[in-house]
């Protein structure tokens, strides 16, 4: 008997995950979710579909998961050059103060702006590393017919002022209450930007509603300075100190400056690093993940469009750089970080780090693929280290969320994109130049 789905995709190449492809294959996919995947003719055979989506010229995987980004921080692109890196810390003096100073308008915009590169450069789910205003990074979803994960800014310390931690908490635990764990998330800005109060109220609050957590650390040395100076332990040890390595899921953003007991405990713990190798690269330093001794799982994050084309291909060519840079200049290693452990970290391990059925292709897991067309990357012998090597964003052809279509053929299906553009350049554009230059004069 034929069973009725809602869409079958048909591919060339089949990548399901990083250790399995199938030539000539198709998935089925009803109710947001993948049901059945091998070769097209079985497929076809078994399931009468709603719309067949016929990319046999093209490669179909899962799609990418971003697991650190700003999205209300869009607005700063080209802002933060050379004379502006230097400033210590950045966040404290440009990314912060900016945040402030935007209105909830130029927040949504900048939030679906983000959301719109990451869809077209392969992204469907993310992990917001803490928003200013969370409800318009919530509607921007909900226009996009997006998916990820909200949090909002979270800290109560800032330049000398400390700030009421239970008011901080309540906004988190309205965020909760509105739009659910499945969505929203605790998050720490930083652990000299919160107060021990707020953390430790984070934390029950986190178990009490079930719910995974985000934070920065191990940015700069003045944060391991003040961990130890406060705290007499190091950042990773400090927090497990204050149980927030007891919440699950938990991803730490950048981790840069772990030493090796803190990566030892960040194994045992099974938190997940997000690895942003450009921002990493440029603000921070060499990242002990081009090693891993302790195999800590890990996934990529773009840190945002302030600093990076939010486009993930991109960013894993930088890690699989300056990974080996590193590991030839320290111990003449060429074999690290490899192709297939950058592609997992795009995708499998993402979903491991945040406890969501995403990033393989297989029964059971949400429909989040995408398509790429191949030019790029043949003759595609090694289609994973191709893919790797040689693709990027603009390679994307089709994105599919929750098994719909939100791009087809580089084009969205969910938003008239020359109206954002042209929104966004006659009103938004002349606001933010005006708030930047007030900020950097």
């Excluded at 700063?76 to 440009?94: A, F, Y």
Aim: charged residues 25%; hydrophobic residues 40%.
């Amino acid at each position: 008997m034929v069973e009725e789905v809602d869409l079958v995709v048909v591919g060339g190449k089949i990548i399901s995950s990083a250790s399995n492809i199938i030539d000539d294959g198709a998935i089925a996919v009803k109710g947001g979710k993948i049901i059945d995947i091998g070769k097209v003719d079985k497929i076809l055979d078994k399931y009468k579909a709603l719309e067949i989506l016929d990319r046999k010229d093209s490669i179909v995987l899962p799609a990418f998961v971003d697991c650190h980004v700003h999205t209300q921080q869009y607005f700063l692109r080209s802002v933060i050059n050379d004379k502006l890196l230097p400033m210590p810390p950045l966040w404290t003096e440009v990314l912060i103060p900016f945040e402030k100073k935007l209105s909830r308008e130029e927040a949504y915009y900048s939030s679906l702006f983000s959301l719109m590169k990451m869809i077209k450069n392969g992204v469907a789910y993310f992990l917001e590393a803490g928003a200013p205003y969370p409800d318009e990074l919530y509607n921007a979803l909900n226009t996009l017919k997006a998916s990820g994960i909200i949090t909002m800014a979270t800290y109560n310390v800032y330049k000398g002022e400390k700030y009421d931690h239970k008011q901080i908490l309540n906004e988190t635990e309205r965020l909760l209450k509105n739009y659910g764990k499945d969505v929203v998330w605790c998050s720490i800005r930083q652990i000299m930007m919160a107060s021990k109060e707020l953390i430790e109220g984070l934390v029950e609050l986190c178990e009490k509603d079930n719910t995974g957590i985000t934070y920065h650390l191990g940015e700069y040395q003045g944060e391991v300075d003040f961990s130890l100076t406060n705290y007499g332990k190091r950042p990773l040890e400090a927090v497990d100190s204050l149980g927030v390595t007891k919440i699950k899921p938990t991803v730490i953003a950048h981790g840069v400056y772990l030493s090796d007991t803190e990566q030892e405990l960040a194994k045992n713990r099974g938190i997940s690093v997000s690895w942003s190798p450009t921002s990493d690269s440029i603000l921070m330093g060499n990242h002990w993940l081009s090693f891993n001794a302790h195999r800590v799982n890990f996934c990529i994050g773009s840190d945002g469009g302030a600093l990076s084309t939010l486009d993930l291909l991109v960013e894993a060519k930088i890690a699989r750089s300056v990974g080996k840079a590193l590991s030839v200049g320290l111990v003449y290693d060429k074999s690290t970080p490899t192709s297939t452990e950058l592609f997992s970290a795009l995708t499998e391990n993402a979903g491991i780090a945040l406890n969501k059925k995403i990033g393989k292709l297989e029964p059971g897991y949400i429909a989040n693929m995408i398509t790429i067309n191949p030019e790029n990357i043949l003759p595609a012998i090694d289609v994973i280290e191709g893919i790797i090597s040689f693709a990027t964003g603009n390679d994307v052809r089709d994105v599919i969320v929750e098994g719909k279509i939100v791009l087809k053929d580089r084009k969205f299906v969910t938003i008239n994109e020359q109206e954002v553009y042209e929104k966004v350049n006659d009103s938004i554009v002349p606001s933010i130049k005006d708030k930047v230059l007030e900020l950097i004069k």
